[in-house]
C-alpha cells in the first residue's frame, strides 16, 4: 500500500516537473526568436513603467508619505485623506502602551510603503466630528 501511493506521487512529481519544463522551453524559444526590435519595445517599454513609478514616487513624497506623521487638526486629517490615495491612520492614546507598540511598527511600515500615507491622531487632543 505504501509502495502504491509513493509510486503515484512520484508519477504525479514526475508529469509536474515535465510540465513545468515544457512551459520553461516554450519561453526560451519565444525569447530566442524575438527580434532585436521586439527587444528594444520591451526595453522601452520597461524604461517607461520606470519613469512612471519614480514620477509617482516623487509625487508621493511630496505628499508626506514615506514617514509617519501626527495630525494636529481635524481640517488637516481631511485634507490629508483627500491628498492621498492610501492612508492609514492610527487614533491613538498617548498613555495606552499597546498604541506605542502600533506606533513603533506604523513608523517602519511607512518607510516601506511609500504609496500609502501614514498619520497618527491623538484622541485626547484632536476631536473628530
Same mark, same amino acid.
Given at each position: 500500500?505504501?509502495?502504491?501511493?509513493?509510486?503515484?506521487?512520484?508519477?504525479?512529481?514526475?508529469?509536474?516537473?515535465?510540465?513545468?519544463?515544457?512551459? /520553461?522551453?516554450?519561453?526560451?524559444? +519565444? /525569447?530566442?526568436? !524575438?527580434?532585436?526590435?521586439?527587444?528594444?519595445? /520591451?526595453?522601452?517599454?520597461?524604461?517607461?513603467? !520606470?519613469?512612471?513609478?519614480?514620477?509617482?514616487?516623487?509625487?508621493?513624497?511630496?505628499?508626506?508619505?514615506?514617514?509617519?506623521?501626527?495630525?494636529?487638526?481635524?481640517?488637516?486629517?481631511?485634507?490629508?485623506?483627500?491628498?492621498?490615495?492610501?492612508?492609514?491612520?492610527?487614533?491613538?492614546?498617548?498613555?495606552?502602551?499597546?498604541?506605542?507598540?502600533?506606533?513603533?511598527? /506604523?513608523?517602519?511600515?511607512?518607510?516601506?510603503?511609500?504609496?500609502?500615507?501614514?498619520?497618527?491622531?491623538?484622541?485626547? +487632543?484632536?476631536?473628530?466630528?
Amino acid at each position: 500500500m505504501a509502495a502504491n501511493i509513493q509510486a503515484a506521487l512520484e508519477r504525479q512529481l514526475m508529469e509536474s516537473a515535465k510540465i513545468a519544463e515544457e512551459m /520553461l522551453d516554450a519561453e526560451i524559444d +519565444k /525569447l530566442e526568436k !524575438m527580434a532585436d526590435d521586439d527587444l528594444e519595445g /520591451l526595453r522601452q517599454r520597461r524604461l517607461d513603467a !520606470m519613469k512612471r513609478l519614480e514620477k509617482k514616487k516623487r509625487d508621493w513624497l511630496s505628499k508626506g508619505h514615506g514617514e509617519y506623521s501626527e495630525l494636529s487638526s481635524e481640517p488637516e486629517f481631511f485634507e490629508a485623506c483627500k491628498r492621498s490615495e492610501n492612508v492609514v491612520v492610527h487614533f491613538y492614546r498617548g498613555s495606552t502602551f499597546r498604541c506605542k507598540i502600533v506606533d513603533k511598527h /506604523l513608523d517602519i511600515l511607512a518607510k516601506k510603503h511609500l504609496e500609502t500615507r501614514f498619520l497618527k491622531i491623538s484622541v485626547d +487632543k484632536v476631536r473628530l466630528s
